[in-house]
């Protein structure tokens, strides 16, 4: 069903999605909520095919929410020539800031400091002013800028004088990948998309040598279902592979992991009001704004052959980043200034054949068997033209002819409306007794389903008091995150719903109690329930403590292998 108003991606439409899967036959079924399958959804449900996605934890839950959270053109990419990449991307980085999601993506601004006289302000020079070239008419951002070196320490005083004798101001844009990959999915939902999390694919339905669709398992129940489809997509990330196993056999590229660590620090730390890049002997060092008390600093690089679930960050990776920002900062941080540590692992290709594979934007999709397509690599900021290549390989040999791609042009829920909203902030903030500051960080957060939770205030006025202990978020985000964002547990409140897990020095602990009551009327919890998620998640917590306090890979992994994952931790019951 095509609904002009955004489906509100509650459990009794998760349980209606898995009723559907077990009874239809879909034209396309997707494995994977992150970007790229949320993505993929919804470009084939716009394309007014059925669809079904299912993913085995929670949206977003692998790497598409532990990016740099960029949406960038990649200006390093120009060094190696790449200019094809580039141009993509930016064409991208514009659609996305300008018109498919402009509540939540935004331009951000960044220093590139240089070190060297002469030869450096040319050659970085040419580069940034090619990269805001290429970007073309709408690029979506300001133009660059050349700053002096008193000029530069004026936007950024705590850079050390001594790290550098001018600047380029530069433009990019940033959004909270978690919450856009979950947008994806709520969007695609709204043209028709049945969508179920806790839904771990286990192998694949065959008739002859065609895939028919998926074996699977309900991870809240233990039930077991088939789902059949005319083509399936293979969008698991990292796990890749895991699902090409099943087909038997070596495919024709595999997908290898690396691991990169991010940290959060409190803004007052680094006074600063633009972000900052610099280059490191391997790649490059982020300094970014992350809202209005946070920074993000990252990233490494480094391979990762441990577990994929729940990568870990160790004490080493912590030391490389803040040796690294020290180095450039007047004022050094410590372990003691680090908030919240993220690890994601980055999807990348491996062993490709040349033949089959378009490599030519850093993705690859290809049809390794008939019915299954599976798409892997490429970046965030790409992850529409990775969708509609991986949807157009799958629609080949349809029988009917089926609709070109309307991504382009199809918006995110919350984007029809938002820029009225923003314009009628100060009323809005009147007319619900929320100060207006509350009302633009709602609005960058939900856009216009703003209007949704200013209901739920209206009727609940409790709802609209800030969580003690986060106060950065209201009561109603977190009830929303699980009557319409799709949230089945707390951890998926406190860590992709909200940022509360990396943005706050207790890591959600201290308002897990708090959050949990409130989604417990909501997801059917009883009081041992709500115990057994708030248990669950001081204990990640602690996991990933210790982990930190490791000083490699191996002993940092068995660290945070000390807590289960929450979807096969907790007995929910039926
Ligand atoms: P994922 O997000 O990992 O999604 C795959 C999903 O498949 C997972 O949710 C998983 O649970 C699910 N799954 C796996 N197996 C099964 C199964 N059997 N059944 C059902 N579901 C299954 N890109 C940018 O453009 N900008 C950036 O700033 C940027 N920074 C980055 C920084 C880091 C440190 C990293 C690691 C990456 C960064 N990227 C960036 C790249 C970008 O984040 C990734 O390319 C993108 O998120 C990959 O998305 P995906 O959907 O392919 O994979």
């Known amino acids: 069903m095509v609904s002009t108003t955004p489906l509100a991606m509650s459990p009794e439409f998760r349980t209606q999605s898995l009723e559907r899967m077990r009874t239809e036959q879909f034209d396309v079924l997707v494995i994977g909520g992150g970007v790229t399958g949320g993505g993929a959804a919804l470009d084939a449900t716009s394309r007014g095919l059925s669809v079904a996605l299912v993913e085995a934890r929670d949206f977003a839950s692998g790497t598409s929410s532990r990016s740099s959270k960029l949406i960038h053109g990649g200006l390093r990419y120009l060094e190696q020539l790449n200019f094809s990449l580039v141009q993509e991307a930016l064409k991208e980085r514009s659609l996305i800031l300008d018109r498919l999601c402009p509540h939540l993506a935004h331009p951000v601004p960044f220093i590139l400091p240089l070190q060297h006289r002469g030869w450096e302000r040319l050659y970085l020079g040419s580069g940034v002013l090619l990269y805001d070239t290429m970007a073309g008419r709408h690029k979506a951002v300001p133009s660059h800028s050349h700053l002096s070196r008193s000029e530069a320490l004026r936007q950024f005083p705590s850079?050390?004088?001594?790290?550098?004798i001018g600047a380029i101001k530069y433009y990019d844009g940033q959004v909270d990948d978690a919450r856009h990959t979950m947008f994806l999915s709520r969007t695609a939902a709204q043209y028709g998309a049945a969508l179920a999390t806790s839904t771990r694919v286990t192998g694949l339905l065959r008739e002859g040598d065609r895939v028919v669709g998926v074996r699977a398992v309900d991870l809240e129940t233990s039930e077991e279902l088939e789902i059949h489809a005319r083509a399936t997509v293979n969008a698991a990330g990292v796990w890749t592979d895991d699902i090409q196993e099943m087909v038997g056999g070596r495919g024709q590229f595999n997908v290898r992991a690396s691991k990169g660590v991010h940290i959060l620090v409190p803004r007052d730390r680094i006074h600063g009001e633009t972000g900052l890049i610099s280059r490191t002997e391997k790649s490059v060092l982020f300094v970014i704004p992350w809202g209005k008390s946070h920074w993000i600093i990252g990233t490494t690089d480094t391979d990762w052959e441990l577990d994929r679930a729940h990568p870990a960050a160790s004490r080493t990776d912590i030391d490389y980043l803040l040796d690294h920002v020290n180095a450039i900062l007047t004022s050094p941080l410590t372990h003691d200034d680090v908030e919240g540590v993220y690890a994601g692992l980055r999807p990348l290709l491996a062993g490709e054949s040349e033949a089959t594979s378009?490599?030519?934007?850093?993705?690859?999709?290809?049809?390794p068997v008939a019915g299954l397509v599976m798409v892997a690599g490429g970046k965030?900021?790409?992850?529409?033209?990775m969708a509609k290549d991986a949807i157009d390989l799958a629609v080949q040999g349809f029988p009917t002819t089926v609709a070109e791609s309307t991504t382009e042009t199809t918006r995110l829920a919350g984007a029809e409306g938002y820029h009225a909203a923003w314009n009628a902030r100060h009323r809005l903030a009147e007319d619900s007794g929320l100060h207006v500051n509350r009302i633009e960080r709602l609005l960058g957060r939900y856009g216009s389903l703003l209007h949704e939770l200013l209901e739920m205030v209206a009727e609940h006025p409790d709802l609209g008091e800030p969580l003690t202990g986060a106060d950065e978020y209201l009561r109603v985000e977190i009830a929303y995150a699980a009557s319409h964002e799709g949230a089945l547990h707390l951890?998926?409140?406190?860590?992709?719903?909200t940022r509360i897990s990396i943005e706050t020095f207790h890591r959600g602990v201290d308002v897990a109690q708090?959050?949990?009551e409130l989604v417990a009327p909501i997801l059917g919890w009883d009081d041992d329930r709500v115990a057994a998620e708030v248990e669950h998640y001081t204990q990640r917590v602690q996991a990933e403590r210790e982990s930190q306090?490791?000083?490699?890979d191996q002993t940092a992994d068995a660290a945070r292998m000390g807590a289960d994952d929450v979807r096969t931790g907790i007995p929910t019951g039926a």
């Open 549 to 552: 306090q490791m000083d490699d």
């Open 358 to 367: 378009k490599l030519s934007r850093e993705h690859a999709v290809i049809t």
């Open 491 to 497: 951890d998926d409140v406190l860590t992709r719903r």
């Open 159 to 164: 850079l050390r004088k001594d790290a550098l």
């Open 380 to 385: 965030y900021t790409t992850y529409r033209v």
């Open 514 to 516: 708090e959050v949990a």
